[in-house]
């Protein structure tokens, strides 16, 4: 029993996943009865997201009430993001290239058929909507779908005005700060069943797929999470260099959000956590709460690299010839489809729908992905989180609100609690 309680609840929530790889696998029929455990947990994270986001961009660019740092931290987050994507777009061709997961690969559909049918017919990603549709029409609405850019939007406009008129505006100000401090309360209770969560989705996964659907395809599989390690090791190694700070023990303070993301592959899921660790790790409030939704909608970096590689890996399974200065071609087309569409259901596959399309390659081969998807997913999503969690940290040294000594000291001796509350208090 003492041993039990000493496990941090990034060990209950590995125990979880197990646990529920063992009971999908077992007994596929209890598995997929697990569900709505999986289902309960999300839907409890996706509930604190909307009031945690708004609260924390209010106050945090209410609070600094300087605009042209505004407009220079974004200036600086969309810098590094374009990076970041452009990376993972060039790590993904080199991986699909050099291990050719899809040379050798029965052409065998899965029972997708429908599902390709839909992607096939779905329109592409219209970018000038997806620019117009930045302003919403209205906000509760916009709330409700979880539409993360439009809530950014409304929410920096809001902080601005409430900034602008004074003392009219401190009570709003203060509010949200106080929001925000119970809105991480709430994700604390939300935790302590995460791993209660974890083991209904991963069950009912394997429950549903089985572990057998990973052998057909297993080759693609680890091309992509060769891949991911590789971009995030050579992404890291490039934010260390530049922010003159050693950025790989981040990954342990991250270790919760992170499980969680991977476990769910739901990267609202990790949000909540990931902004508080990040706290704790001494990046500021306001850099944490702009960078991190920011990055949501434009620094896919996961999504951004499995589009190149997904692309080619059709290519490769029907045997057709796929050219160096094509895939050159497509990477330029990728980074400008993949912007912008983390609110767009179905996004991947729409931009590998439309790339493949334009390339003269069948939209078909989406089918014979689809079984592993889930699988990949986890993998991505646990990318995403993490490229934007150290897009976090690159901006706020390059805005020198941290130095490299603190950051440094803080990776490995986080805040606590009491700490962070104690600092809020005399902010106020």
Known sequence: MQILKKLSLASWIIIGLVAGVIVGGVAPEVGKAMKPLGDVFIRMIKMIVVPLIFSSLVMGIAGTGDFK???????????WFEFATTLALIVGLFAVNVMEPGVGVALTQNGA???????????????????VNIVPTNIVDAMGRGDMLQIIFFSCLFAIAAASTGKDGRQIIDLSKDLAHIMFKVTHYIMYVSPVGIFGAIAYTVGEFGLGMLLPLLKLVLCLYVALILFLVIAISIASFLTKTN?????????????????????????????????????????????????????LDGSTLYSALAVVFISQVYGIPFPLELQLLMLITLMLSTKGIAAVPGASLI?????????????????????????????????????????????????????PEELTRRMKEPFTEEEIEALEFEAK
């Open 69 to 79: 740092k505004l407009g220079r931290l974004g200036g600086k987050a969309i810098l």
């Open 113 to 131: 058929s429908e599902v390709v049918t839909k992607v096939a017919s779905a329109h592409g990603v219209d970018h000038v909507e997806m620019l």
């Open 247 to 299: 950025l790989f023990p981040l990954l342990k303070v991250l270790k919760e959000p992170l499980v969680l993301a991977f476990s769910t592959a739901a990267s609202e899921a990790a949000l909540p956590i990931a902004m508080e660790k990040l706290e704790r790790a001494g990046l500021p409030k306001h850099i944490v709460s702009f960078v991190l939704p920011l990055g949501y909608t434009f620094n």
């Open 351 to 403: 931009v590998i729908a439309g790339t493949a399309a334009a390339f003269g390659l069948p939209v078909e081969g989406i089918a014979i992905i689809l079984g592993v998807d889930r699988i990949l997913d986890m993998a991505r999503t646990f990318c995403n989180v993490t490229g934007n969690c150290v897009a976090a940290a690159v901006v706020a040294r390059w805005e020198n609100e941290i130095s």
